[in-house]
Every structure is written in C-alpha cells, then in structure tokens.
C-alpha cells in the first residue's frame, strides 16, 4: 500500500486494468508515437491492449524480448529516422510495450481468426467499382539535383554579426531584447524570438544537433536562408523550448549575378552529360508533383524526361533540377489494384471480427477509469 502511494504521488492514475496502472505521464508520452490521437483515444487504445495482453497471457499465448527487439530492428531499418523519436529511454520503453502489443494482437487474430475469414472476387470487383475515384493515383516525378552557392567575396558581415550577438549574450545581454534589435524574422522578434517547443523528431533538419545544448546554452545554425543564433529555453521529458535571432543573408548583386552565371554553364555541361558532374548530383527520390508547391509543380510538370530546370535560387544557393522519370496520375486498371483491395478488405473484415472480439473479452477482465 505504502509503494502504491508513494507512486500515485508521484505521477497522478487514470485508469487501472487487471492488476495493470496506466498513468497520466504514459498517456502524455504516448501522443508522441501517436501525434493525430487525442487523450481519449490514446487511453482507450491502451486499455484495449492490456485487455488483448490479458487474455492472450491467459491463453497461453507469449511473446519474448527477442521477438520484440527483432521487431523494432526491422523497423528501424525502414524507418532510421524513428531512432530520434526514441532517443529519450522513457519513449523507447513505451514503444517497446506498444510492440509487444502488437505481437500479442497479431497472434492473438492468427489463432481467433485464420481461415475463417474470406473475401469474394465479387467484394473486390465491387469495391473497385464503388471507390475507383479514391484509387487514384497522382502525378509523380522523379529528380535529380545540382547545387550551386553563391559566394561571398570577402568576409561574410552576418556571420560575423552572428558571433557578436553570442558574445553580448554570454555578456549577460538580454535575448529578448536582441532578438528585437537585430533579427530579420518579423513573426519572432517581437516575442524575444520564441519559436515554441519542439520534440526532437518535429526540429527542422538545419537545427539537428540543438538538442545537446543545455538551457540556456546559444549556438549559431545555418539554414538555406540565414543564420539562427538559437538558444535552448527549456529542455526536459516534454521537449525543448527554442527562441532563435535570425539573421537574412545579405549577398550583393554581383555575388548573385556571378553564381548565376557559374549555373547556367553547369547546366550546359550536365545537358552534355559531363562526367565529372556525377558526383555532385543528388538524387531527390520520386515525388507527388503537386506537392512541390507553386510554381516549381508547373515548371516540373512542362519538363520532359531528361530536361534540367534553369538555376533556381533559394537562400544561399541555386538549385539545378532534372527530371529521370515521370508517371502520369489516374485510376490503375483493375488487375493491378486487385490483390491490394483483397488485403485491404480482408484487414477491414478482421478487424471488425477483433472489434466484436474484444468488446466481449471486455466484460471478463477488471477495467474502471478514474
């Protein structure tokens, strides 16, 4: 009783299921694997799982730590940018749980449910009829990208501004007041800056690295736009709390007007197919064209196979675009899609079957929310 307590003292109990607790904190900490649910969702999500857990321990059914961690590597391996989200012990041993629940459920659905469950050829040639227009697909492109910066002639002022802030914080300077004065982000620098708080997964990628500031630690970070003095307000369990001073970069006429040019010669030579550009090219996968975003999805979208966009400039460089392949949007025929909607009904069915299942294994496990 002492230990319960001790417990509830520190993290307040929402709900109990069996002889299981699920907490505020656990709840809070799971929106973060779950971002689109809400409280009520993410608590009902849980309690049906310990439910699942319970009956399936009761049936014998177990699932080992291998089993677990060989999950979460096969994920991992898909999904490498996950390990972040994970970083912090807490999270990863939620996620841990949350796989564990999974197996539970997958073999669970295999011994309820296998070969019970079937799916016509008429269901199939009927759902394709009834949601053809929601099969459709979109326009896609793949591309290809070439870098070009500009340089500075000389030594760069906003750099050397940006040292200068940090010194006069580190001199005691106050950041908000900073932040008024010299930052060129009109939306931040009224409000000391604030850029609000953020979980590692959410930083845009030129801030990778913040997180190993303390608070009230500042560093400068270089964005395609500028530079970002930023300095880490809070930094706990919940996330981290950013306000930043941006500074614009400021390049002269002739410095853009020289990287231009070095642009449009660099196209002329990749047209040729000039080896040696080879290594400089990235590849930027295949993309919705409408998700490119005005007017690039246009510029894109009049380009042939093979056809390099003219320089593009965005912050401190030009960009360089070729398109290596295209694919027209619209609804598959019906023979491509066919085995997708079998399994897409087929998962609907069972889950409708697990819904049905769990309701009534509901009544025999103690379930009460506080």
């Known amino acids: 009783m002492l230990l319960f307590l001790l417990f509830l003292s520190f993290d307040r109990l929402i709900a109990v299921v069996g002889t299981e607790a699920i907490t505020e904190q656990e709840v809070t900490q799971l929106s973060r694997l779950y971002p689109g649910m809400n409280r009520e969702e993410l608590l009902d999500k849980m309690i049906i799982g310990m439910v699942v857990v319970n009956v399936a321990r009761e049936e014998t059914i177990t699932v080992s730590d291998e089993e677990v961690n060989n999950t979460k590597s096969n994920i991992l391996q898909q999904m490498p940018g996950l390990q972040v989200v994970l970083s912090h012990p807490y999270i990863d041993s939620l996620y841990n749980e949350e796989l564990r629940i999974q197996l539970y459920t997958r073999k669970l659905t295999q011994r309820e449910f296998q070969g019970k469950i079937n799916v016509s050829p008429k269901e199939v040639r009927n759902f394709y009829k009834t949601h053809k227009d929601s099969l459709a697909l979109p326009a896609m492109v793949t591309l290809e990208r070439l870098m070009i910066s500009i340089t500075l002639e000389g030594e760069d002022p906003q750099e050397r501004l940006a040292l200068e802030i940090i010194s006069q914080y580190r001199s005691g300077s106050d950041f908000d007041l900073l932040a008024k004065q010299y930052s ?8 000391g800056g604030r850029l609000g708080l953020f979980v590692p997964e959410d930083l845009p990628s030129y801030l990778q690295g913040v997180s190993e500031l303390k608070k009230g630690e500042v560093d400068i970070f270089e964005s395609p736009n500028g530079y970002h003095i930023v300095l880490v307000k809070e930094s706990d369990i919940k996330g981290i709390e950013l306000a930043h001073i941006f500074l ?29 550009l080879t290594e400089s090219i990235t590849p930027m996968g295949s993309l919705p064209v409408a998700a490119l975003g005005e007017p690039l999805s246009t510029v894109i979208d009049s380009m042939k196979v093979g056809g390099i966009s003219n320089p593009i400039q965005e912050g401190s460089n030009f960009y360089l675009l070729r398109v290596a392949d295209k694919r027209e949007g619209g609804v598959p025929p019906f023979e491509d899609v066919k085995e997708n909607i079998r399994n897409i009904l087929y998962q609907r069915k069972t889950q409708e079957a697990l819904n049905v299942w769990i309701e009534r294994a509901k009544k025999y496990v103690y379930i009460v929310r506080l």
């Open 248 to 276: 614009r970069f400021d390049f002269s006429n002739k410095e853009i007007d020289s990287a231009h040019k070095r642009a449009v010669k660099i196209r002329k030579r990749w047209l040729s197919e000039d080896s040696t």
């Open 184 to 191: 060129d982000d009109r939306a931040t620098k009224y409000r």
